[in-house]
Protein backbone atom coordinates (compact mmCIF):
# COMPACT_ATOMS: atom_id res chain seq x y z
CA UNK A 1 0.00 0.00 0.00
CA UNK A 2 0.98 3.43 -0.94
CA UNK A 3 1.15 6.40 1.39
CA UNK A 4 -1.17 8.64 0.44
CA UNK A 5 -2.42 11.72 3.17
CA UNK A 6 -4.81 13.19 0.50
CA UNK A 7 -6.74 9.97 0.20
CA UNK A 8 -6.15 9.15 3.56
CA UNK A 9 -8.34 12.35 4.28
CA UNK A 10 -10.77 12.17 1.58
CA UNK A 11 -11.47 9.15 3.01
CA UNK A 12 -11.60 9.92 6.89
CA UNK A 13 -13.61 12.81 5.73
CA UNK A 14 -16.40 10.75 3.73
CA UNK A 15 -16.83 8.28 7.04
CA UNK A 16 -17.21 11.49 9.26
CA UNK A 17 -19.96 12.64 7.30
CA UNK A 18 -21.56 9.32 7.25
CA UNK A 19 -21.35 9.65 11.09
CA UNK A 20 -18.37 7.63 11.92
CA UNK A 21 -17.18 8.61 15.24
CA UNK A 22 -13.81 7.09 15.19
CA UNK A 23 -12.63 8.32 12.05
CA UNK A 24 -13.56 12.09 13.18
CA UNK A 25 -11.55 11.27 16.29
CA UNK A 26 -8.60 10.34 14.45
CA UNK A 27 -8.88 13.01 11.96
CA UNK A 28 -9.20 15.32 14.27
CA UNK A 29 -6.32 13.63 16.43
CA UNK A 30 -4.02 14.32 13.30
CA UNK A 31 -4.88 17.78 13.26
CA UNK A 32 -4.68 18.83 16.53
CA UNK A 33 -1.17 17.36 16.88
CA UNK A 34 0.03 17.80 13.46
CA UNK A 35 0.69 13.67 13.21
CA UNK A 36 -0.30 13.32 9.41
CA UNK A 37 -1.61 16.92 8.32
CA UNK A 38 -0.02 20.00 8.77
CA UNK A 39 -1.00 21.07 12.83
CA UNK A 40 -4.35 23.06 12.67
CA UNK A 41 -5.67 22.74 16.26
CA UNK A 42 -8.93 24.87 15.31
CA UNK A 43 -9.62 22.15 12.71
CA UNK A 44 -8.74 19.10 14.86
CA UNK A 45 -10.71 20.81 17.59
CA UNK A 46 -14.06 21.08 15.20
CA UNK A 47 -13.60 17.09 14.23
CA UNK A 48 -12.74 16.11 18.25
CA UNK A 49 -15.89 17.64 19.51
CA UNK A 50 -18.32 15.71 17.02
CA UNK A 51 -16.51 12.96 18.51
CA UNK A 52 -16.64 13.55 22.23
CA UNK A 53 -19.94 14.42 21.95
CA UNK A 54 -20.84 11.09 21.08
CA UNK A 55 -19.08 9.20 23.28
CA UNK A 56 -15.31 8.62 22.13
CA UNK A 57 -13.16 8.53 25.15
CA UNK A 58 -9.93 10.21 24.18
CA UNK A 59 -11.58 12.89 22.28
CA UNK A 60 -13.36 14.46 25.09
CA UNK A 61 -9.81 14.09 26.70
CA UNK A 62 -8.45 16.45 23.89
CA UNK A 63 -11.75 18.99 23.89
CA UNK A 64 -11.09 19.32 27.46
CA UNK A 65 -7.13 20.22 26.95
CA UNK A 66 -8.18 22.83 24.49
CA UNK A 67 -10.57 24.48 26.61
CA UNK A 68 -8.39 24.70 29.57
CA UNK A 69 -5.45 25.54 26.70
CA UNK A 70 -7.51 28.10 24.89
CA UNK A 71 -5.91 26.93 21.94
CA UNK A 72 -8.51 25.20 18.83
CA UNK A 73 -12.03 25.99 21.02
CA UNK A 74 -13.33 29.26 18.86
CA UNK A 75 -16.53 29.62 20.91
CA UNK A 76 -14.98 33.35 22.28
CA UNK A 77 -16.21 32.55 25.87
CA UNK A 78 -14.74 33.66 28.62
CA UNK A 79 -11.94 32.10 30.60
CA UNK A 80 -14.13 31.01 33.41
CA UNK A 81 -16.19 29.21 31.11
CA UNK A 82 -13.48 27.45 29.28
CA UNK A 83 -12.23 26.34 32.41
CA UNK A 84 -15.38 24.93 33.57
CA UNK A 85 -15.66 22.87 29.76
CA UNK A 86 -12.51 21.66 29.94
CA UNK A 87 -12.68 20.23 33.64
CA UNK A 88 -16.17 18.65 32.49
CA UNK A 89 -14.79 17.00 29.63
CA UNK A 90 -11.57 15.81 31.17
CA UNK A 91 -13.96 14.52 34.17
CA UNK A 92 -15.76 12.63 31.85
CA UNK A 93 -12.85 11.24 30.06
CA UNK A 94 -11.11 10.21 33.07
CA UNK A 95 -14.64 7.95 33.41
CA UNK A 96 -14.16 6.05 30.54
CA UNK A 97 -10.41 5.54 31.98
CA UNK A 98 -8.95 7.22 29.03
CA UNK A 99 -4.96 7.60 29.99
CA UNK A 100 -4.29 11.15 28.87
CA UNK A 101 -7.74 12.13 30.58
CA UNK A 102 -6.25 10.54 33.81
CA UNK A 103 -3.02 12.20 33.36
CA UNK A 104 -3.67 15.99 32.64
CA UNK A 105 -6.60 15.67 35.42
CA UNK A 106 -4.86 14.13 38.01
CA UNK A 107 -2.02 17.28 37.50
CA UNK A 108 -4.94 19.74 37.92
CA UNK A 109 -6.45 18.48 40.92
CA UNK A 110 -2.96 18.00 42.82
CA UNK A 111 -2.02 21.60 42.08
CA UNK A 112 -5.81 22.74 42.26
CA UNK A 113 -5.31 24.43 38.38
CA UNK A 114 -7.44 25.69 36.07
CA UNK A 115 -10.34 25.06 37.70
CA UNK A 116 -10.07 22.30 39.24
CA UNK A 117 -10.73 21.91 43.20
CA UNK A 118 -7.42 20.80 45.07
CA UNK A 119 -7.46 17.67 45.80
CA UNK A 120 -3.87 15.75 46.35
CA UNK A 121 -4.90 12.35 46.85
CA UNK A 122 -8.22 11.70 43.74
CA UNK A 123 -4.97 13.43 41.93
CA UNK A 124 -2.39 11.12 42.95
CA UNK A 125 -5.14 8.21 42.40
CA UNK A 126 -5.68 9.60 38.70
CA UNK A 127 -1.91 9.81 37.84
CA UNK A 128 -1.42 6.13 39.59
CA UNK A 129 -4.24 5.08 37.04
CA UNK A 130 -2.62 6.91 33.91
CA UNK A 131 0.50 5.13 35.36
CA UNK A 132 -0.76 1.50 35.48
CA UNK A 133 -2.35 2.30 31.63
CA UNK A 134 1.23 2.86 30.44
CA UNK A 135 1.30 6.97 30.45
CA UNK A 136 4.90 7.40 30.87
CA UNK A 137 4.83 10.79 32.47
CA UNK A 138 2.35 9.46 34.57
CA UNK A 139 4.44 6.78 35.27
CA UNK A 140 7.67 9.67 36.55
CA UNK A 141 5.19 11.50 38.08
CA UNK A 142 3.86 8.79 40.67
CA UNK A 143 7.57 7.57 40.93
CA UNK A 144 8.55 11.19 42.18
CA UNK A 145 5.20 10.99 44.19
CA UNK A 146 6.58 7.66 45.70
CA UNK A 147 9.98 9.11 46.41
CA UNK A 148 8.74 12.31 48.04
CA UNK A 149 6.32 10.74 50.09
CA UNK A 150 3.12 12.99 47.99
CA UNK A 151 -0.05 11.40 48.50
CA UNK A 152 1.12 8.18 48.76
CA UNK A 153 3.59 6.39 51.68
CA UNK A 154 6.98 7.50 50.71
CA UNK A 155 8.42 4.11 49.09
CA UNK A 156 11.88 3.91 47.42
CA UNK A 157 11.00 0.68 46.00
CA UNK A 158 8.00 1.98 44.30
CA UNK A 159 9.90 5.12 43.01
CA UNK A 160 12.39 2.50 41.18
CA UNK A 161 9.49 0.14 40.08
CA UNK A 162 7.74 3.10 38.18
CA UNK A 163 11.04 5.40 37.35
CA UNK A 164 12.15 2.24 35.41
CA UNK A 165 8.97 1.28 34.10
CA UNK A 166 9.07 4.99 32.39
CA UNK A 167 12.52 4.98 31.19
CA UNK A 168 11.68 1.25 29.56
CA UNK A 169 8.51 3.55 28.63
CA UNK A 170 11.36 5.56 26.40
CA UNK A 171 10.49 8.78 28.82
CA UNK A 172 13.64 10.68 28.44
CA UNK A 173 13.73 12.64 31.72
CA UNK A 174 13.06 9.21 33.11
CA UNK A 175 16.00 7.89 31.36
CA UNK A 176 17.95 10.44 33.06
CA UNK A 177 16.74 9.49 36.46
CA UNK A 178 16.90 5.83 36.11
CA UNK A 179 20.66 5.97 35.07
CA UNK A 180 21.26 8.20 37.87
CA UNK A 181 19.27 5.72 40.08
CA UNK A 182 21.21 3.27 39.41
CA UNK A 183 24.85 5.15 39.22
CA UNK A 184 24.52 6.50 42.56
CA UNK A 185 22.50 3.40 44.78
CA UNK A 186 20.37 5.45 46.03
CA UNK A 187 17.58 2.62 46.48
CA UNK A 188 18.69 -0.27 48.41
CA UNK A 189 19.57 -3.07 45.58
CA UNK A 190 19.28 -0.62 42.92
CA UNK A 191 22.85 -0.02 41.33
CA UNK A 192 24.58 -0.98 38.31
CA UNK A 193 25.26 -4.34 37.89
CA UNK A 194 28.53 -4.51 35.61
CA UNK A 195 31.28 -2.11 34.37
CA UNK A 196 29.25 -2.22 30.87
CA UNK A 197 25.95 -0.95 33.05
CA UNK A 198 28.07 1.67 34.89
CA UNK A 199 29.52 3.16 31.93
CA UNK A 200 26.30 3.45 30.45
CA UNK A 201 24.58 5.01 33.12
CA UNK A 202 27.88 7.79 33.94
CA UNK A 203 27.31 8.50 30.19
CA UNK A 204 23.91 9.35 30.32
CA UNK A 205 23.95 11.25 33.59
CA UNK A 206 27.13 13.13 32.07
CA UNK A 207 25.51 14.39 29.46
CA UNK A 208 22.35 15.33 31.01
CA UNK A 209 24.87 17.71 33.58
CA UNK A 210 26.62 19.04 30.55
CA UNK A 211 23.45 19.94 29.36
CA UNK A 212 22.06 21.50 32.83
CA UNK A 213 19.43 19.18 33.53
CA UNK A 214 17.53 20.47 36.17
CA UNK A 215 17.20 17.35 38.50
CA UNK A 216 21.22 16.38 37.59
CA UNK A 217 22.07 19.95 38.74
CA UNK A 218 20.40 20.09 42.49
CA UNK A 219 21.92 16.02 42.80
CA UNK A 220 25.21 16.66 41.77
CA UNK A 221 26.73 15.96 45.00
CA UNK A 222 25.38 12.51 44.93
CA UNK A 223 26.91 11.70 41.59
CA UNK A 224 29.98 13.33 43.21
CA UNK A 225 30.15 10.73 45.39
Request: aromatic content about 14%.
Amino acid sequence: IVKDLNRAEKLLTYAVDHGHITAASKLGQWYYWGDCFPEDKTKGYQYLKYAADNGDAHSMALVGDSYLSGIGSYEGWGPAKYKELGKYYLDKACEKKDMYALFVAGHNYCGGYDGFPQDNIRGTNYIKEAAELGHSYAQLDYAIKCWNGDGVPQSPSEYARWMRKSAENGNEEAIIRWAWTRFTGVVDGIRCQNERELTECRAIVEEALNKGNDFMLHNKDLIDA
